[in-house]
Each structure stands twice: as C-alpha cells, then as structure tokens.
C-alpha cells in the first residue's frame, strides 16, 4: 500500500493535518488546522486563529483553546509571533511560554521562524496562503517552523533556519525532514513584477520556478521555490515532503487571502516536542 504523505485526523472535535514522515519519528506534536469547527462568525468562519485579522479576540481565544485541547497542550503556555514576512527566525525556550497565547500584543515581534530545542513548548503561526514549512532535525531533536509568504520565499527564510539550526544545534541539513504545508499553489498565484523583480535579482534560474501566463503575469510555484532552497543547503529530496494542497482551491478547507479578497480568518501550523 501507498503511504500517504500528508493526512488528515480528527481529535476532541478538531480536524487537522499532519505529516506522517514527521509523525513517525516520535519527537514531535504537529499539525496544520483547517477553517472549519471553531466559533468565529463570517468572514472568519470559523476556526481563525489570528488575532490581528479584524476578527473578535475571544472568538479567536476560545478557537485557540479548542485546538489546544485538540493537540494535547496548555493555551497558557503557546507562544505565538507577529509575522512580518521578513527572515528573522529565534530559537525560543521556556522564558517564552505564554507569549501571544492570548493575545497579539504580547507575542514576538518582527519574527517568522522559530526553533524549539526544549520539549513542552507548543508553538503556532498564522497563515492565509503563505507557505507552513517544518524543519525536523531528529538526531538534535530539534525543529524550526517557518512563515513563508513570497517575500520570505524570495529572501530565503527556510535557508536562514537551516543556517539557525546549525548555529544554535548543530545541524546536519542531510538528516532533515521537511513539511511543506498547503498555501496557495502554482495553480493559483498569480504575480506580477513586484514579486518578479525581487525573485529574478535573488536567483538567476527564476524562471524554473514561474509558468509565464499573459504579459506581465506569471504563476509562481512558492513550494518548488522553497524545496529548491532546501536541497542547495544540503537537504536530502527524499526528506522533503510537500503537501500539494492549494489554499485557493480548498478555501472550503482552508483560509485564503487572495481568494478572499484580503478580509478573512488564519489557519495555523502548531509544533511542539514532546
Ligand atoms: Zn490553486
């Protein structure tokens, strides 16, 4: 039987997705959230995680005490960042615990990475259509979760936690696995030049990663752009795994910014090692 690479559970009235090849190795709480069974009203029916989207912040803190009770940890210890699409990632410890858990004021700022090396920490980071990437590194026991929207694509944020990891854990990328989780696909993004001029000044082969679509318009594939990334610093391909569900076209299941219009709510990728 063909194993699947990206599945689907439902826990305490909570459905959400995981990676199996992360999954398997034991160290590790995860998974991505879907729209659906939270308490939201529209438009950020219903299970927006995000505080900063307009929505009303007890809707998204009982949602958020939904999926804590859903994977197993204490809202009161989440930790939770002010995502910036920049390429600041921080290792986080246990002094952390409880930043942004309740509310946006308090969490980290200006960070879209973060490394847990201390078991008990459960993380969570906010997405409609950026791209969730998990970089598991089992023999340090260490993992890194990333924002990665187009700018922090173009500027390398899934490389700057490689980099991060070696630093702080001493990381070999060959033992990496990686999840690339749902955002929107090469199907459904559409850029012009203000993402084209940056991608084709940061990388000379840009064009492996668009499909030229009219004019000054092209598709651009923010999943091959990171995986690509990946394997230059040394991760093994057959470690990454990417989901291949487009936000845009499951925004029945998901959340999407640009199917949306801009006004709507956050699925989110948490993390925790246990
Ligand atoms: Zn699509």
Known sequence: MKREKFMMREEKGVRYFFFPHLEETGLIIHGITTRHQGVSQPPYDSLNLAFHTGDDPEAVRQN???????????????????????TEVLKIDARYK???ALEYGNSIADTDGLILVEPGIPIMMCYADCVPVFILDPKNKAVCLCHAGWKGSVNGIVVKGIETMKQKVNTNPEDCLVGIGPSIGPCC????KNVIDPLSKNFPNWARFVKHRKQDRWMLDLWELNRWQLLQVGVKDKNIVISGMCTSCWQELFFSHRASGGRTGRIAAVCMLK
């Open 189 to 192: 993004y559409e850029v012009d």
């Open 98 to 100: 409880g930043c942004g």
């Open 64 to 86: 958020r005490k939904l999926v804590s009770q859903a994977f197993g940890f204490d809202l009161a210890d989440l930790v939770s960042c002010q995502q910036v699409h920049g």
